[in-house]
């Protein structure tokens, strides 16, 4: 940490200070705080998780158990006589010799539901705790055994039964292993891995914008192993610096490919899981050039069906493999103007021969029925809107279930619709406002509903499908919604704002509890405004919504808007018009919103205009603060990449162009090229070990302004990754640092 530099402005805000909370506020309920929202758990929702058993006659549950303390019991819930029967005791997962059962963090049951394979003691890798410890109890025999043999604790990685419940295959420390159950001998069929070959999982380019973790399948029959190799040869490595845990440095490298670097390569192989040579998929084109996005298994375990994106992720090739001999054909090609998205949607049909499709080539992202050779492509979902998610094919009754909202792009909710495209009838009653998410079970008689809206905390259900009748509720949620019904707040308001040309925003506002229009308030736009998230959404908003809300407590306007380019369910038109124009559309929607809003809204003061938002939304803030210094006085960016040239290449590319294509596109959507317009008030925050959103950007901004003599204000969290949540009290630490900044920036009360 440093002081304050004497000849610029450069400010390290290094003081921890409470939140300032007027006497005799702390005991008023309701009334919010920074330590209420962040530090307390008060409004911690209850969670619940299930999964549906196979035959969709109930689902299961993990439970606290009555007989072993700290324990938890594999619980079998009746979907009709709401009956619970437990199925694993905790007692089973007492390992020998251990004083206490095995902290169950995933499970799966065997295809014959004789074996239970447990995951625990897991850590981080990037986004989530994927590497851990496996068990394995015989639910006959009572055996509980610790899978890997002299694997260092910790280490393995996805671990999977084989369907005939001989095997279970596994990563280990970069290589694909399997261990027979029966003779518990391990065989290796990768010898490859090292720091540059990743085999069954993948790097961090492929794990953060891919959403690829898991590299292997089984296939159907068990006979064979589908896996992904990564190589990072020659792939720019970016270095994080830890300077907080040892007297020392420790650096962490690892291969990070920025915009227009060389990617790594990658390709499918498979193995018999006795081992024995791999047989490499021939996928069209450079392996560097090229990303394979997406496999699985056709249902007869005779094909491998890959997508392959090219680099600009302006075509998806469905490739159809042959695992013999490795050759290939292009069954299927997608293709945009802009940029495609990988299929994460796809079911079989009619036992293989065809499967289900989402495109957008009718300007609507629809769901469209392919024979098995790409052929016949039949347009499932016709109408003007956008299917959200497909969620279950329901063969037997000839219906889809799928989430959509053509009139609400702000909500959500469950649709069903014949195989043929006729009778579209609404499943969601009427009734229920809000957003809505569904598990159907494999039968599609039943759902676990969930339920929420802006204003109403989350409720889970079991219904009865297609009728909706409601069986039992699952989780109210009583406490969080007593507790949220005593607080001292308006009602979230949903409008549309016009900015022109028939473009209309939607957008949010919260206005302060004793709201009097004729008095003028302050006004905090939230903004994300990128490709990979809506702000602007009709559901609970949990810490977030609370922490804007204490805000609206304490004086200020708080609004969102959705600009163009944002994953709204309004057509393919309104997501893809970002294409090239990241950091140039977005920002300019936004500030049009704004100037029709400030013209329409009186009470607002146009002198007290802030803008707020984390990792896209803080590249945004400093668009809107650069670009347009005129509206805003105060911008809050936290997380943001200031130069979009630092950010990796599936993301950039995707959405970008390549550098060469377009350098004017780059020019223009970075932030820190307009750094010299600032004329307001700027707070940056950063997690000096973001492994995401480079440390590295922001420091590179500060060396702009420091170069331009721009006050400003910055916070450096150490060793904090893009969530800025490691640590104790780093959560509560930043939000207190955001409202006294903007307590001091954007103050409440008129006149000021």
């Given amino acids: 940490m440093r002081r304050v530099a004497p ?34 758990g008060e409004f911690a929702g209850v969670p619940f998780s299930a999964r549906w058993a196979k035959d969709g006659s109930g689902y299961l549950t993990l439970e606290p158990s009555s007989g072993v303390s700290s324990g938890r019991d594999v619980v079998l819930h009746d979907v009709q006589s709401g009956q619970a029967k437990v199925l694993v005791p905790a007692a089973r997962f007492v390992p020998p010799g251990e004083p206490g059962p095995l902290a169950i963090e995933d499970y799966a049951f065997s295809a014959d539901d004789s074996l239970v394979l447990i995951f625990t003691n897991s850590k981080r890798v990037w986004r989530k705790n994927t590497r851990g410890d496996y068990w394995l109890l015989d639910r006959a025999s009572h055996e509980l055994r610790k899978l890997g043999g002299d694997a260092k604790p910790a280490t393995l990685m996805f671990a999977k039964l084989s369907p005939t419940a001989r095997h279970v295959a596994y990563v280990r420390e970069n290589n694909l292993y399997v261990e027979d159950l029966v003779s518990r001998r391990i065989t290796a069929l990768t010898t490859t891995g090292n720091k540059h070959v990743i085999n069954g999982t993948f790097d961090w380019v492929y794990e953060e914008e891919l959403g690829l973790r898991d590299g292997f399948a089984w296939s159907p029959d068990g006979t064979k192993i589908a896996y992904w190799q990564i190589d990072t040869s020659g792939v720019p490595e970016f270095t994080l610096v830890n300077n907080t845990d040892g007297l020392y440095p420790r650096l962490t490298a690892f291969a990070y490919p920025k915009v227009g670097q060389q990617n790594p390569a990658c390709r499918v192989g498979v193995v018999a899981p006795g081992g024995g040579e791999t047989r490499w998929i021939n996928a069209p084109g450079d392996p560097r050039e090229h990303y394979l996005a997406r496999l699985c298994w056709t249902p007869d375990s005779k094909h491998l069906v890959l997508q392959q994106l090219n680099r600009r992720q302006n075509a998806n090739l469905v490739l159809m493999a042959d695992p013999g001999t490795g050759q290939v054909s292009t069954v299927l090609t997608e293709r945009d103007d802009a940029w495609v998205d990988v299929n994460d949607e796809w079911n079989w049909l009619a036992e293989g021969r065809r499967f289900t499709w989402i495109s957008e080539r009718d300007g609507w992202r629809h769901l469209y029925l392919a024979f098995r050779d790409g052929q016949d492509l039949k347009l499932a979902t ?97 406490p969080l919604r007593k507790r949220f019904g005593e607080l001292k707040r308006a009602a979230t308001e949903f409008f549309r704002v016009d900015i022109g040309d028939g473009i209309r925003l939607d957008g949010w506002c919260l206005k302060p509890p004793d709201f009097d229009p004729a008095k003028q308030y302050p006004l905090l736009v939230y903004v994300y405004g990128g490709p990979a998230g ?47 124009k990241l950091g140039v559309l977005g920002p300019a929607d936004q500030s049009a919103a704004l100037q029709k809003t400030l013209a329409s809204r009186p009470y607002l003061d146009p002198q007290r205009v802030g803008i707020w938002g984390w990792s896209g939304g803080g590249s945004a803030s400093l668009h809107a603060i650069f670009k347009y210094p005129q509206l805003y006085k105060t911008a809050v960016a936290v997380a943001p990449v200031p130069n979009r040239r630092f950010y990796d290449t599936i993301y950039e590319e995707r959405y970008m162009g390549l550098p060469s294509d377009d350098p004017d596109a780059y020019l223009q959507g970075s932030a820190i090229n307009f750094a010299h317009q600032l004329q307001g008030n700027l707070l940056l925050v950063h997690g000096t070990g973001d492994d995401n959103c480079h440390y590295q950007g922001t420091e590179s901004l500060i060396n702009e302004l420091v170069r331009l003599n721009k006050p400003f204000t910055m916070m450096a969290y150490p060793n904090r990754s893009h969530s800025i949540s490691e640590g104790p009290k780093t959560a509560r630490h930043l939000r207190e640092l955001l409202t006294r900044y903007l307590a001091d920036s954007l103050p409440t009360g008129e006149g000021q």
């Fill in 7 to 40: 000849r610029c402005f450069f400010v390290f805000v290094v003081t921890v200070l409470a939140s300032h909370v007027p006497a005799g506020q702390a005991q008023d309920r309701s009334l919010l705080t920074v330590e209420r929202i962040f530090d307390s």
């Fill in 382 to 478: 016709p109408g003007q809107f956008d299917v959200i998610r497909l969620l279950h094919v329901e063969e037997p009754r000839n219906g889809l279930y799928f989430l959509a909202s053509p009139d609400h792009p702000t909500q959500c909710y469950l649709y069903r619709i014949g195989l043929d495209g006729s009778n579209l009838e609404r499943i969601t009653p009427a009734a229920q406002k809000g957003w809505h998410d569904y598990q159907i079970s494999p039968s599609g008689r039943y759902a676990i509903h969930t339920g929420s809206a802006a204003d109403s905390p989350p409720v889970v259900e079991l219904v009865e499908l297609p009728q909706h009748a409601t069986k039992r509720v699952l989780a109210d949620n009583g």
């Fill in 534 to 580: 809506q702000t602007v959404v009709d559901r609970w908003g949990g810490r977030n919504q609370l922490w804007h809300l204490m805000l609206a407590q304490r004086g200020y306007v708080v609004m969102s808007f959705d600009n163009r380019g944002t994953p709204a369910p309004r057509g393919r038109a309104w997501r893809k018009a970002v294409h090239r």
